[in-house]
Nanobody, 123 residues
Framework: QEQLVESGGGLVKTGGSLRLSCVAYGRRFAAYAINWFRQAPGKEREFVAAMNWSGVSTYYADSVKGRFTISRDNANGTVYLQMNNLKPEDTAVYYC????????????????WGQGTQVTVSL
């Protein structure tokens, strides 16, 4: 059964770093691009980072550009989000999601979602 499982969230101080992992279970995910979204308290879920299927191109929300890096380990079926220089406004539940087509920044393009992992950045 296809499933996405995130891990790596936690509590970190401003300026700190975390690396999130998303493990894709299921053979179907070999054909999917897996990307990252987040949802802060009281706000709508928003796009964070994407990598195209080939891994050649990456895309980031302006708010995280230069601080976050998306990467992929195909051998282990894992997608990572390295988050550096974290800020309190990065506090959110982070989700990985999988899609085969459509706009990478739109939630409606994604077929599968993980359960989310909490990231909290303190002052």
């Amino acid at each position: 059964q296809e499933q996405l499982v995130e891990s790596g969230g936690g509590l970190v101080k401003t300026g700190g770093s975390l690396r999130l992992s998303c493990v894709a279970y299921g053979r179907r995910f070999a054909a999917y691009a897996i990307n990252w979204f987040r949802q802060a308290p009281g706000k709508e879920r928003e796009f964070v980072a994407a990598m195209n299927w080939s891994g050649v191109s990456t895309y980031y929300a302006d708010s995280v550009k230069g601080r976050f890096t998306i990467s992929r380990d195909n051998a282990n079926g894992t997608v990572y989000l390295q988050m550096n220089n974290l800020k309190p406004e990065d506090t959110a539940v982070y989700y990985c999601a999988a899609r085969t087509k459509g706009d990478y920044s739109r939630e409606s393009s994604y077929e599968y979602w993980g359960q989310g992992t909490q990231v909290t950045v303190s002052l």
